[in-house]
């Protein structure tokens, strides 16, 4: 692969990263990942839009212009031929001696590299998925994309162990998100109910779209938090992601959700995202 670090293109073997960066010692570091289909970015906008958001959030400066960043996502995808994959980003606070202050004047590290893999036509969209819940033990800023993605990566971990897809995070009782996605439910009378936007969750392009799309849809949206047995009891459950799309859930705990299999709903806005934003 031809990956991108600080300005330059290069094979990877010849990518180097200092050890004293702030992302590899502190997770002081931000990251964006966007799906390509037929070479093109999907829902890029959003994407670009939370990267600054991030950034500013944590006083990181923005690397590039908004029109340098669009162009480097698409010399990323041209120059590693990728029709279907994705478009990883990531931009640290830079590089220091080792300490927990950091000083006003680093220059951001600043990388992308693409993955060529099938984004489309994934088998478990057939079948759904099975998932687990477990608390929420991540920091409270979850609306800032952070590489701190370690709690995420034990719980999916913890999922596998225990025979099941993913790890759904649940805090006082109602559902934040899954460990790399958002959560939604369908309610018996047909009602989309997905957690209003706070530090609790990330703020997901691909839920924004799909509330778009329920909204034009006709579809009754409820923004606000929901408990689990709230979520044991819907018609269905979904999870959202620049990866996954729309994915059905149909085991939360061992128990089957709704009747088992996917659902129509989270069917339909599988196949208005892909009308929508692909064709
Ligand atoms: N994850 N919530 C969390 C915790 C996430 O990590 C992600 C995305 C989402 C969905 O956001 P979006 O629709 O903008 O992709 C929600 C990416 C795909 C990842 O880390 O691989």
Redesign the pocket.
């Known amino acids: 692969r031809i990956v991108y670090v600080n300005g330059e293109w290069m094979p990877e073997a010849d990518a180097k990263i200092s050890v004293f960066d702030r992302g590899f010692q502190f997770a002081d570091s931000i990251?964006e990942?966007t799906a390509v289909l037929g070479g093109k970015l999907i829902?890029y906008h959003?994407?670009a839009q939370?990267l600054s958001r991030s950034l500013t959030a944590l006083g990181i400066p923005v690397p590039v212009s908004e029109e340098h960043m669009l162009a480097l996502h698409r010399q990323a995808i041209a120059r590693n031929g990728v029709e279907e994959g994705l478009v990883y980003l990531q931009v640290s606070r830079g590089v220091q001696d080792r300490d927990f202050m950091f000083g006003a004047d680093l220059s951001p590290t600043f990388v992308i590299f693409t993955q060529s893999k099938k984004v489309l036509d994934n088998p478990k969209w057939k079948t759904g998925i099975s998932v687990i819940t477990m608390p929420d033990g991540r920091w409270v800023n979850?609306q800032i994309?952070t590489v701190q993605?370690l709690y995420?990566s034990l719980a999916k971990m913890e999922a596998a162990k225990a025979g099941a897809d993913d790890a759904i995070f649940i805090e006082d009782g109602f559902i934040t998100?899954?460990?790399?996605?958002?959560v939604h439910i369908v309610t018996r009378e047909g009602t989309l109910i997905t957690r209003q936007l706070s530090n609790a969750?990330?703020?997901?392009?691909?839920?924004g779209s799909i509330l778009d799309l329920a909204r034009q849809a006709g579809v009754p949206v409820e923004e606000r938090r929901f408990t689990l047995d709230e979520a044991r009891n819907a018609a269905e459950i979904f999870i959202?992601?620049?990866?996954?799309f729309v994915m059905p859930v149909v085991r939360l705990d061992g128990e089957p959700v709704g009747e088992g299999v996917p659902g129509p709903v989270s069917g339909r806005f599988l196949q208005l995202y892909i009308q929508d934003r692909i064709a």
């Open positions: 990251y990942i829902d959003g994407h939370r979850r994309k993605l995420s998100e899954a460990s790399s996605s958002n969750l990330l703020h997901g392009i691909t839920r959202t992601s620049a990866t996954a």
